[in-house]
């Protein structure tokens, strides 16, 4: 892990790279470093880290997405960043609201983030601007919200069995 | 005519009637004229439920003659929402929920869930719980890979080792029902430790393992490694290069098979991983076989560890001493207050954990496994997250079978070594 030194100059590097207000803020939380960027600026960041910045980040491990309920903006995407000749990583972390909740795809930066950007939309409804691919993964291709949202109820759908399919009028449709 | 779909679907079942297959050719058969069979692309849908997709994974393959032109993975049919579950489980309860997502290494999924959770509470885990950890973590390993190995060989026609496969793994499963009582998702380690002590006679019996273990990979070895129809299946096919596995995220076996040897054991170790002596196995050529001959050679590394892990057990605690995280030993209920306190609210409520988030790894069988997870503050986790590796490593399944011929296809499937209950969660 970069060290909170490490961290603040990597978010000095990517304002003077990218944009000075791509960066809103860093985290260094349990030994783990967190950059947190603008929704807006995510694309052009993962791009600098991967290729110009003097300690690039070759590597996409995992993105995920999360629900923050309370706090505003609602939802985080997480975009953890590997590096294996330093045995490093990084913490790429975007916060956006569930109104409009559009973030550009990182799928030509990064093709692993294929299936995990379906599954980021189909759990939590983020949309992936530029996916080639952009369906539901997990889900039905026909489910209506997003499961893994902390407003949606667990348990509410009824379990489907013959003695009472009747109960449930078009359910089929 | 009713409308179709106000019919009650048992009665659309019955309806369905042979009645209009062979009016016309279908395309790609036979009755197609000759000269368009070789040049017409032709798809078809292999599961989800089909022996050689271990488990329920379809796969939309389109098929040009017997060369695979294009493949769709299309999942979700396991899905069970685990990760969803857990929101609302104690932390100590999920551990339960988060050991079945990939079914055949919940030792793994349990470490990458505690290790998440101790990061975020700065729960220290005494040595010689680290030291069961890891045994059982190896232990596992192998169980994982034998039935790998298992499966992997019936797909490609090697009855005999689905029996030689499961009786060894069975081996490693008394070992498990020793230590925790239960042979398949164990629930041995806890936040801060594992479960309980190993019992008299469990070392013994692991070392008896560890003893009969290499001769039974020799076995193996002599079984497939001169049968030509496992040669012809597994040399020089699925072959990806070690770039395009990495833009694709892919880890483990399938990594080093190609020649890169990223172990997240020695990369970047965790619990006791730092302290033992071992190799990491990595292939020449990144085929179907270098995938096989990797994954049995990482069997006797494992067990390596094991014997360090049984020679070098630290005495002391196998869970931490602080009540707040783990439950007090039985017998001190009926003497102390206190125990008797801790005990009925880590039942009942949990323990809580500060809010906060983290991104723990391990190295399982098949790759990197990370947990995610974000506390809010109480006593229930505000999100899971597993970063299955079979679930990212599927990806690759189209660059592996892309130009390939559909037998050599299966092979890739069982060289994957997907785990549905992973992929789907």
Same mark, same amino acid.
């Given at each position: 892990m970069p060290d909170a030194t490490g961290l603040e100059l990597i978010a000095q590097r990517v304002r003077e790279g990218v944009s000075p207000e791509a960066v809103t803020g860093t985290a260094f939380y349990r030994g783990e470093a967190t950059l947190e960027v603008a929704p807006s600026a995510v694309h052009d960041v993962l791009a600098y880290l991967r290729d110009a910045d003097e300690e690039p980040w070759p590597l996409l491990m995992s993105l995920h997405g999360c629900d923050y309920l309370p706090e505003e903006p609602r939802l985080g995407v997480h975009y953890q960043l590997l590096s294996m000749e330093r045995t490093d990583r990084l913490n790429v972390k975007t916060r956006i609201g569930v109104e409009d909740p559009i973030l550009r795809s990182v799928v030509d930066l990064y093709p692993t983030a294929d299936f995990q950007e379906r599954e980021v939309y189909d759990m939590f409804g983020v949309l992936f601007d530029g996916h080639p691919d952009h369906r539901r993964i997990l889900m039905p291709e026909d489910y209506e919200g997003f499961p893994q949202r902390r407003d949606f109820p667990m348990g509410g759908e009824p379990v489907l069995f013959t003695f009472n399919e009747d109960e449930y009028p078009r359910w089929y449709d | 005519m009713t409308d179709p779909t106000r019919v009650p679907y048992r009665e659309r079942e019955r309806s369905v009637t042979m009645e209009r297959l062979g009016e016309e050719p279908v395309s790609g058969t036979a009755a197609v004229t000759e000269g368009d069979v070789q040049d017409e692309l032709f798809t078809i849908n292999i599961g989800p439920h089909h022996p050689a997709t271990h488990g329920v994974l379809r796969l939309l393959t389109t098929l040009e003659g017997e060369i695979v032109r294009d493949v769709k993975p299309i999942i979700g049919y396991v899905h069970t929402g685990i990760e969803k579950s857990c929101e609302d489980q104690q932390y100590w309860k999920a551990i339960t929920f988060v050991e079945r997502m990939d079914y055949l290494a919940y030792y793994y999924n349990a470490m990458a869930f505690c290790m998440a959770v101790e990061r975020l509470l700065e729960e220290e885990v005494p040595p010689r719980a680290q030291y069961l950890r890891v045994l059982h973590l190896e232990l596992n390993r192998i169980a994982s890979h034998l039935f790998w190995i298992a499966t992997a060989a019936l797909d490609i026609g090697a009855v005999t080792m689905l029996w030689w496969g499961c *009786?060894? @793994?069975?081996?490693?499963?008394?070992?498990?029902?020793?230590?925790?009582?239960?042979?398949?998702?164990? @629930?041995?380690?806890?936040?801060?430790?594992?479960?309980?002590? !190993?019992?008299?006679?469990?070392?013994?019996?692991?070392? &008896?393992?560890?003893?009969?273990?290499?001769? *039974?990979?020799?076995?193996?070895?002599?079984?497939?490694?001169?049968?030509? !129809?496992?040669?012809?299946?597994?040399?020089?096919?699925?072959?990806?290069?070690? &770039?395009?596995?990495?833009?694709?995220?892919?880890?483990?076996?399938?990594?080093?098979?190609?020649?890169?040897?990223?172990?997240? @054991?020695?990369?970047?170790?965790?619990?006791?991983?730092?302290?033992?002596?071992?190799?990491?196995?990595?292939?020449?050529?990144?085929?179907?076989?270098?995938?096989? *001959?990797?994954?049995?050679? &990482?069997?006797? #590394?494992?067990?390596?560890?094991?014997?360090?892990?049984?020679?070098?057990?630290?005495?002391?605690?196998?869970?931490?001493?602080?009540?707040?995280?783990?439950?007090?030993?039985?017998?001190?209920?009926?003497?102390?207050?206190?125990?008797?306190?801790?005990?009925?609210?880590?039942?009942? #409520?949990?323990? *809580?954990?500060?809010?906060? #988030?983290?991104?723990?790894?391990? #190295?399982?069988?098949?790759?990197?496994?990370?947990?995610?997870?974000?506390?809010?503050?109480?006593?229930?986790?505000?999100?899971?997250?597993?970063?299955?590796?079979?679930?990212?490593?599927?990806?690759?399944?189209?660059?592996?079978?892309?130009?390939?011929?559909?037998?050599?296809? !299966?092979?890739?499937?069982?060289?994957?070594?997907? !785990?549905?209950?992973?992929?789907?969660?």
């Open positions: - | *009786r060894d @793994r069975d081996l490693v499963l008394d070992l498990f029902e020793m230590s925790s009582g239960q042979r398949i998702h164990t @629930r041995y380690f806890q936040v801060g430790g594992v479960m309980e002590d !190993i019992p008299p006679g469990f070392e013994a019996k692991t070392r &008896e393992f560890v003893k009969v273990m290499p001769r *039974r990979l020799d076995q193996y070895l002599s079984l497939l490694d001169r049968n030509e !129809i496992w040669l012809n299946r597994t040399k020089g096919t699925g072959v990806v290069p070690v &770039e395009r596995l990495l833009e694709l995220g892919v880890t483990g076996p399938l990594l080093r098979a190609a020649g890169h040897p990223w172990d997240l @054991r020695k990369g970047t170790p965790y619990s006791a991983y730092d302290q033992f002596d071992f190799k990491v196995p990595v292939g020449t050529v990144g085929d179907n076989y270098d995938r096989f *001959r990797v994954r049995i050679e &990482e069997m006797r #590394e494992s067990l390596r560890i094991i014997e360090q892990a049984l020679e070098g057990l630290p005495e002391g605690p196998h869970i931490t001493p602080n009540r707040k995280v783990a439950l007090p030993p039985r017998h001190e209920l009926a003497t102390s207050m206190e125990a008797l306190i801790h005990h009925f609210k880590l039942v009942t #409520e949990g323990f *809580r954990v500060p809010p906060g #988030e983290t991104y723990a790894a391990v #190295e399982s069988p098949r790759g990197e496994l990370g947990c995610f997870v974000l506390a809010d503050g109480s006593a229930k986790p505000a999100r899971v997250h597993m970063r299955d590796p079979s679930f990212v490593n599927l990806q690759s399944l189209p660059d592996m079978a892309k130009g390939g011929l559909i037998a050599d296809f !299966i092979a890739c499937v069982a060289m994957l070594d997907p !785990i549905l209950g992973g992929v789907d969660r």
